[in-house]
């Protein structure tokens, strides 16, 4: 599945909770370690989920990233790439319940 087909979906959900795009690009690019620029590439290009992560610099943080994405713990996944996706759904999660930017980026 590409990631641009996806990100419309992210930006419907943070904006619904009353988030911006800028701070759903942050958290994506805070994880992956692109800068916006980047992610505006991948996001034109069409690359899938795979392509996308495999260029990525995960954030050292990343393991403090717990929790469950529809009944099922992040940190207990076992597949790499469903892990960082799953890490991604997590984050863009706790950006649309209103969470604050300092406590999503593990600050």
Same mark, same amino acid.
């Given at each position: 599945?590409?990631?641009? %087909?996806? =990100?419309?979906? =992210? ?11 800028? !701070? #759903? ?6 994880? $992956?370690? =692109? %800068?916006?620029?980047? #992610?505006? %590439? ?5 690359? $899938? ?5 495999? $260029? ?9 990233? $717990? ?5 099922? *713990?992040?940190? !207990?996944?076992? %597949? ?6 799953? =890490?991604?759904? *997590? ?5 649309? *319940? ?10």
């Amino acid at each position: 599945m590409a990631f641009a %087909d996806v =990100y419309p979906a =992210y930006v419907n959900k943070v904006e619904k909770k009353g988030r911006s795009i800028a !701070e #759903l690009d942050e958290v994506i690019c805070w994880l $992956t370690g =692109y %800068d916006e620029a980047e #992610l505006r %590439d991948h996001l034109d290009s069409g690359v $899938t989920f795979e392509e996308f992560f495999a $260029t990525a610099q995960l954030n050292p943080n990343v393991s403090l990233i $717990t929790g469950s994405v529809c009944g099922v *713990k992040v940190q !207990e996944v076992q %597949d790499p790439l469903m892990r960082q996706i799953r =890490y991604l759904d *997590k984050l863009v999660d706790e950006l649309a *319940k209103g969470r604050p930017m300092e406590k999503i980026l593990r600050k």
